[in-house]
């Protein structure tokens, strides 16, 4: 049995197939084999789950390392070695298939079209951009994706129109010029908009908002899957109400163009009609160590779905990474929040101990020092640091301890305090790492 997606996934593999020797043994085969080792374990998808060349490529690493693949192999060498496998036939003509302009055209067809705004929230790490660019961008034709990340002074002017300066012609005797004037350029979301309603049959949006017919050309457009996909990367890092300014109603799918209740505002800078076609799909991601969710500008998250991404430990292979991620994250939930965890993508890598000694040297530790910064006492808490071995993260800084206790000052009299360890750079192998991981997921006293 196969599912919907799966389905038609395998349809268009056969109808790109066909003229081609052997043509739906290719898609039986692999039907077959992913099946058989989706169902032993081993593949957590079939072939016919993945829609992007990245998704396959995983599922060809995990499929060829299984042991039924090498056996099958082994002995099809043994009786027939100068013939080929079907099945690497199969794996073949798939990512030629995932790659072809007939796959591009038809994937969106398979996509089940949600048009309310969506926001992917989580910790860092968490795969928020990855499953942005892998769930959506990928399924979409180039020319129809928009993608921007926002940043504190990312304003109005470049996400939907504003005046830029643009020189002369050259006319001093040095070859410069001096004389500047101002253009109105669109943003990133008014050429979406403008993309949305040429997909949709019009040569321009301006056409579209005073269209008579814009309700029934909306409605065939979605129906025929012509979206345009706006990505919005670190959607909280910029003033959000300063960016969308006025538009911000015209995001909702009831306010759009062709819907009953359509809203249309005049631009300041070029006094055009502008309203926001029903078949534009806006995504987003936010990271919840940046700035909490709750603070988020109320206004934003009443008109966007929000999807939350938090650490996915069965990504993690290596047990001893897991074991350390979740350690950690449990700490940090009690100490902090949820929104404050380490995602599972720092770890997705590891394979040896200094492989995690690294990623936690590297990018985890400096994550700590942002969230409890100038307080080493609770991130060795959370590294489950209790005494001053010599292969903590974190060890005596006595030279600081010493000045402390000459200077007329504030301090506590019990306070310690901590630095780096500076041996960490001086780890070369998995014999030392594993010195500095071992305390980290020992069990805390009672």
């Known amino acids: 049995m196969i599912d919907n997606k799966q389905s038609k996934m395998y349809d268009l593999f056969v109808q790109s197939l066909r003229g081609k020797k052997s043509d739906e ?31 396959f490529d995983e599922f060809e690493k995990r499929f060829k390392s299984s042991e039924q693949y090498t ?48 926001i992917l929230y989580g910790p860092p790490g968490t795969g928020k951009t990855y499953r942005m660019q892998h ?20 304003s109005y002017e470049e996400f939907v129109e504003g005046l830029k300066p643009v020189l002369s012609s050259v006319n001093n005797t040095d070859g410069t010029s001096s004389d500047v004037k101002y253009t109105i350029e669109k943003g990133i979301f008014y050429k979406a908009c403008e993309r949305a309603a040429e997909l949709a049959g019009y040569s321009s949006l301006q056409e579209c908002v005073s269209a008579s017919d814009r309700k029934a050309k909306m409605q065939e457009a979605i129906d025929s899957h012509k979206i345009v996909l706006l990505c919005i990367d670190e959607i909280n890092r910029a003033n959000v109400s300063a960016v969308f300014g006025d538009l ?37 991601t ?34 001893t990474a897991k074991e350390i991620l979740q350690k950690i994250n449990a700490r940090i939930r009690c100490l902090l929040d949820k929104d404050h965890q380490i995602g599972h993508s720092y770890f ?37 640091e209790k005494d001053d071995s010599e292969t903590n993260f974190y060890v005596k800084d006595d030279e600081a301890e010493e000045a402390s206790s000459g200077m007329q000052n504030d301090f506590d ?5 901590y630095q780096l360890n500076p041996k960490l750079s001086e780890v070369k192998d998995d014999a030392e790492a594993a010195q500095f991981l071992t305390h980290i997921t020992a069990k805390t006293a009672e």
């Open 413 to 417: 009299d019990d306070k310690k305090f």
């Open 348 to 384: 997705i890598e590891a394979k040896t101990d200094f492989d995690i000694f690294n990623a936690l040297k590297d990018c985890v530790i400096p994550l700590l020092e942002e969230y409890f910064y100038n307080d080493t006492q609770k991130i060795r808490q959370i590294l489950n």
């Open 25 to 55: 043994r290719y898609a039986t085969d692999l039907l077959t084999w992913s099946q058989k080792l989706v169902k032993a374990g081993i593949l957590e998808k079939t072939a016919y789950d993945c829609e992007s060349i990245s998704e």
């Open 248 to 284: 911000i109603s015209l995001i909702e799918p009831s306010k759009r163009l062709g819907s009953e209740n359509e809203m249309t505002v005049f631009l300041p800078y070029s006094k055009e009609t502008f309203a926001v076609p029903a078949n534009l799909m806006i995504v987003g």
């Open 71 to 118: 056996t099958h192999k082994k002995e099809r060498k043994a009786t027939s070695p100068n013939s080929g496998l079907v099945i690497d036939a199969a794996i073949s003509n798939y990512r030629k298939f995932l790659e072809s302009d007939f796959f591009l055209k038809n994937r969106k067809s398979n996509m089940i079209i949600n048009l309310s705004p969506l």
């Open 135 to 154: 769930d959506f961008i990928d399924k979409f034709a180039k020319e129809d994706s928009f993608v921007t990340t926002l940043h504190q002074s990312f």
């Open 286 to 319: 936010m990271n919840t160590a940046d700035r909490s969710i709750q603070l988020l500008d109320s206004a934003l998250r009443r008109r966007f779905r929000f999807e939350e991404l938090l650490p996915d430990y069965s990504k993690v292979e290596n047990q």
